[in-house]
């Protein structure tokens, strides 16, 4: 592999919160150690759907994932499958979609719930939770803190050449209190503090680093449909690519074939968007 990457996605996050509420990936666009670009997912802009897109490039009339009630083992190529085919190691600390769209589906909790399989065509290392039982009053949410631990465990022992995290810690406070409370604001200011020193030290473990979500949300805390706070998030980019324009507007369905080209993997012909870093 020419280079290793580790992809984060805060799960619900507008656009307008990271700009405004994540100050250590702000102060670092400041320093100039990471660039950052607005985002605009697919539609639906719905987790799964937006999950799908992320990993194989294509939108979710292709694929077919249509929301979060309609997960199932997709047959396009995806990051997971092309890194393997290149020879490098894959690893997952994410939700069970992750695991049933791009491993094994149905998800079964005892088997799938952590497995290290080093021959697998798609993820060799997974850790996953389900939230089952999230709600309102109950987010069953793991702690960022320990997600981003465990992802640099994986790193560390298994030297992963593609790592993913992703986290509904955001998304589930923004469901609840929607997005002028004070409530999140907080959640974002101890999301962002947590993030931090794991960024710092991926980057000096050698990796390149892209902290994004899948979506964003809007004033009542709803998201899956077209407008800029449901569909717009931001993207921020650690690494020694050259980028586009500070005002230039990614797509959702570009962050596949991008992350391959960076790593030296081979882009699935469906994977039809140009990369974004150069």
């Known amino acids: 592999m020419d280079r290793k990457i580790l992809l984060i996605i805060l799960d619900g996050v507008p656009y307008r919160n990271f700009r405004r509420l994540f100050g250590n990936l702000e102060g670092w666009v400041d320093s100039g150690d990471a660039r950052v670009w607005k985002l605009r997912s697919v539609l639906p802009s719905i987790s799964a759907s937006c999950y799908a897109s992320i990993h194989t490039g294509v939108t979710p009339a292709e694929h077919g994932c249509t929301g979060n009630g309609n997960v199932f083992r997709l047959g396009h190529k995806d990051v997971f499958s092309q890194v393997r085919e290149a020879g490098g190691v894959t690893g997952a600390v994410t939700h069970s979609f992750w695991s049933q769209f791009f491993n094994r589906h149905p998800f079964d909790y005892v088997r799938d719930i952590e497995y290290d399989e080093p021959d697998s065509s798609t993820i060799n290392h997974g850790r996953f939770h389900t ?29 992963l050449d593609y790592g993913i995290l992703h986290t509904c810690t955001l998304d589930s406070m923004g469901h609840r209190f929607f997005h002028d409370a004070r409530e999140m604001d907080h959640a974002c200011f101890v999301a962002d503090e947590m993030l931090a020193p794991f960024i710092t030290r991926w980057r000096q473990m050698g990796y390149e680093v892209i902290v994004t979500a899948d979506h964003g949300q809007d ?18 980019y650690f690494g020694e690519a050259e980028g586009p324009a500070d005002d230039f507007v990614i797509d959702q369905l570009q962050l596949a074939p991008t992350l391959l080209r960076r790593m030296g993997a081979p882009v699935a012909e469906t994977m039809k968007a140009a990369p974004f870093l150069q």
Do not use: I, K, W
């Open 131 to 159: 939230m089952t039982g999230y709600g309102h009053d109950n987010q069953m949410t793991p702690s960022d803190v320990d997600l981003y631990a465990t992802l640099t465990n994986l790193c560390l022992r298994f030297g």
């Open 219 to 236: 004033d009542r805390g709803h998201h899956g449909g077209r407008c800029a706070l449901q569909q717009e998030t931001a993207l921020y």
